[in-house]
């Protein structure tokens, strides 16, 4: 449903296990070879693949054209995922992967209420790749068609932003060294399960995280055994959901696992950072954080490890099932690795493959 | 393969520019909708294009009727000759129908997307409250039975309250969006204009300066409201049940067009038909009237006398004296204090008196007539030329709108 993922149809039908997305893949390879077989399909293209390099270079291009059109971070994300689940189906060698990001984009701004005109669209993106977007908006439109057809007119998608969210204020407001007195009402059982018969009550819940970033909003304890997320933490943490895109992670799991992955990462991350450790702090800048090199300026709560024990203590009780987290985290920590080593030009040129000799 | 720099084409061809080789594996492997559904004739059609009755031609699905809807283009005729983007309201209407299953909402069975446009199968439903209630103002103005209504707003609430759960505005509720099956049961339809709000992008106003027709729209609407709320909803069951009720529109004022610059005009004779029975709203009684964009123009309009009740008492006399509480919770002015879906579906009238049946008709002596369909040679390639079946006082809004 629409408010509630645990009817929706992203659970119920665009939902995979890793044996199911190999197997969809085969499926693709197959085709490929067919294709190739057949003529179809040129046989120079048979060394570029789906791969992590391809899937950032093709984040990168979402993200370009969503800056241009100066998006928010809801659309280009609703837009990644009809990008992953369309080549869940159909081969990038088959198509032109310009206008299908092109495409996604446009459908996703309407689906997510912030339409804009289908000529815009074409235009900022002929501007950002001029070789590949066709000056004939009909293009466009009918490619619409296709990947509509292809998610099986499925076009709502939850994202990870608002469990994120209802995280972190369970987080700022439960004493987690009293745990016993913890009240199972307080909505933990409850992360994005929607709201239970009252929409007024969802609302209202939903305009906590409307709030943003901005952890002062979810202040209500002082902070002695809650945790209060940090601004360098929430900002790196919604971050790594962008990222999360390039990955299979949304096809795989639930938002709140995504979230609480992403929560986790920020948090040790920051507390390497804090003692100096370079790697951390390049995963950072990446994420759009710049710590001042001074140890110790941290004044929300407890001490590193205080911290690392109440987002442990957290993850225990909440009944989120942890080896889905520890599976996105690993999965999100390769990307990095695959992500430091990757060359964007490299990558243009193996795409310019694609269209040529067809 | 490295191709040298030179020999690297400046524009890629026309084809590998677009959908390649996926386009034709694709367009091969495809059903049409004339292959799957044999077309008996077509039933209505308005802003969003044509909606035709059909059977399955699979046999084991032989004896189910649908309605299929296919959705009109840009051109004059409202053909389809190349795409041009699907609109905002076909967009909605896709994705929210696939999405949002009830029993009380119209059900969608598939859409195809064939040759350019867009068909949305749902299963078909004999009759609507329109047309229900023109029979009986036809008829001799016969009351509609009491159990039939209160099965029906139940129904109603029901749907919305699970639209409204979904996070969902539905913006259109009247008698002729609101079908009945042979069966009984309510399926509210037409979700062109519903839309999500948990997560406003764009403030509701942005997407759509003119929501509900002027009939069935709140007075916080009509005062010019930018931020409302789903009581939009309810205050349209409200004028749904006074027209069950009445057997005519409770708030028949006419519409004020639109001005050369687009701007959205006070709808002040609307805002009078409401007043004239439900009296002057108060800042007493309504806190925040005086906030509302249009409460100078508002404050113009003469001053009438709360009059629902002897409204209710000359409409119904004595007959469905029970339901009156409903009618006015529905009908509160102030959209925060106005009785939701939820705890519509609970209100005393449903809990006392006569049980609510899960069937409008169990009991009813009445028998309506079967929806009117129209036979034509060429069923989905023609263009409609004229109305059979005007749903009075549509929404001539910008629904064609295309992004």
Request: contains cysteine; aromatic residues 10%.
């Amino acid at each position: 449903m629409s408010a509630n993922y645990w009817n929706s149809s992203q659970r119920l039908h665009w939902q995979f296990t890793r044996e199911e997305l190999s197997e969809k893949r085969r499926n693709i390879e197959v085709l490929e070879n067919q294709l190739m077989a057949a003529g179809a399909l040129p046989l120079h293209l048979k060394d570029i693949e789906y791969d992590y390099n391809m899937r950032i270079y093709l984040h990168n291009l979402v993200h370009k054209l969503g800056r241009r059109l100066g998006l928010r971070a809801i659309p280009i994300t609703t837009a990644e995922v009809y990008l992953s689940r369309f080549l869940l189906n159909v081969s990038l060698k088959e198509i032109n992967i310009y206008l299908l990001v092109t495409t996604c984009i446009y459908l996703a701004c309407k689906v997510e209420e912030c339409p804009h005109h289908i000529r815009s669209i074409s235009n900022e993106a002929r501007n950002l790749w001029p070789q590949y977007i066709p000056h004939d908006l009909t293009k466009l439109a009918e490619f619409e068609f296709y990947l509509i057809e292809e998610m099986e007119n499925y076009l709502i998608i939850h994202n990870p932003y608002r469990s994120l969210g209802q995280i972190r204020n369970i987080l700022a407001s439960t004493d987690f060294a009293h745990i016993d007195n913890y009240n199972s009402n307080n909505g933990m059982n409850n992360i994005d399960g929607g709201n239970n018969g009252n929409y007024r009550d969802g609302y209202k819940s939903y305009g906590d995280l409307s709030s943003g970033l901005d952890p002062s909003n979810g202040k209500l304890y002082d902070g002695v055994n809650c945790l209060i997320l940090h601004q360098d933490e929430l900002q790196v943490s919604w971050s790594i959901i962008n990222d999360s895109y390039i990955t299979d992670l949304s096809l795989i799991f639930p938002p709140h696992i995504i979230s609480l992955g992403a929560i986790y990462i920020a948090v040790v991350l920051r507390c390497s950072a804090m003692m100096n450790d370079r790697a951390s702090s390049a995963i950072l800048r990446r994420a759009g954080v710049d710590l001042p090199n001074k140890p110790g300026t941290t004044n929300t709560g407890p001490n590193i490890e205080g911290r690392m024990n109440i987002l442990t203590n957290f993850m225990g009780i909440s009944n989120i099932d942890l080896n889905e987290v520890i599976e996105a985290v690993q999965e999100i920590l390769t990307l990095y690795e695959v992500w430091e080593a990757y060359d964007e030009n490299k990558l243009r040129k193996k795409v310019q493959k694609l269209f040529m000799n067809r | 393969m490295n191709i040298p720099r030179s020999q690297q084409p400046l524009m890629a061809d026309s084809s590998t520019l677009t959908l390649g080789t996926y386009k034709l594996r694709k367009d091969n492997s495809r059903v049409s909708v004339l292959t799957k559904y044999e077309i008996i004739g077509y039933i209505a059609s308005g802003t969003y294009g044509r909606v035709y009755k059909a059977k399955s031609r699979d046999p084991k699905k032989h004896d189910k009727l649908y309605a299929i809807k296919k959705f009109k283009g840009d051109s004059r005729d409202g053909e389809i000759t190349h795409y041009s983007g699907i609109s905002q309201s076909a967009c909605r209407e896709m994705a929210l129908c696939r999405e949002l299953n009830n029993e009380n909402i119209t059900e969608l069975i598939e859409t195809i997307l064939e040759k350019k446009c867009i068909y949305m199968v749902s299963v078909f439903a004999e009759h609507d409250l329109l047309q229900i209630i023109h029979y009986h103002s036809q008829n001799g103005m016969r009351q509609i039975p009491e159990t039939s209504i209160k099965s029906m707003i139940w129904q109603i609430l029901n749907g919305v309250s699970f639209l409204h759960q979904n996070w969902v505005i539905h913006r259109d509720l009247k008698p002729a969006n609101i079908m009945v099956t042979s069966d009984g049961v309510v399926k509210i339809g037409d979700l062109g204009l519903a839309r999500r709000f948990n997560n406003p992008l764009q403030t509701l106003f942005a997407g759509d300066k003119v929501v509900v027709t002027i009939w069935y729209r709140s007075p916080e609407l009509l005062l010019g409201g930018r931020h409302y709320t789903p009581a939009i909803d309810l205050w349209s069951v409200g004028c749904i049940l006074g027209e069950l009720l009445a057997l005519r529109p409770m708030f028949k004022g006419e519409e004020a067009k639109m001005d050369n610059k687009k701007n959205v005009p006070f709808q002040k004779n609307q805002m009078m038909k409401i007043i004239e029975i439900m009296g002057s709203p108060t800042v007493s009684k309504w806190p925040s009237l005086n906030k509302y964009p249009d409460y100078r123009a508002f404050q113009e309009l003469r001053v009438h006398q709360a009059n629902l009740q002897s409204w209710f008492q000359s409409t119904c006399g004595n007959f469905n004296k029970k339901i009156y509480p409903l009618l006015s919770d529905l009908l509160e002015y102030d959209p925060a204090k106005r009785l939701t879906a939820y705890n519509g579906l609970i209100h005393p009238y449903f809990l006392d008196g006569v049980k609510v049946c899960d069937n409008v008709f169990e009991g009813s002596k009445f028998k309506y007539p079967a929806r009117k369909i129209a036979h034509d040679a060429n069923y989905l390639n023609q263009a409609a030329n004229k109305r059979q079946y005007d749903s009075s006082g549509g929404l001539h809004i910008k629904k064609k709108q295309r992004y």
